[in-house]
């Protein structure tokens, strides 16, 4: 079975390192982008 995914796009993603361990550790696939330039491409 396929985790949700996330994508998860903030200029400052580095100070949101511990709510995306938390998503992870929760069964969530997490995916970060800086901008929405980066979020569209992915």
């Not at 400052?12 to 938390?22: N, P």
């Amino acid at each position: 079975m396929n985790k949700p995914r996330i994508l998860w796009t903030d200029d400052e993603i580095d100070l949101l390192r511990a709510h995306i361990i938390f998503l992870e550790s929760k069964g969530y696939e997490v995916e970060t982008a800086n901008n929405g330039l980066d979020a569209v491409e992915k």
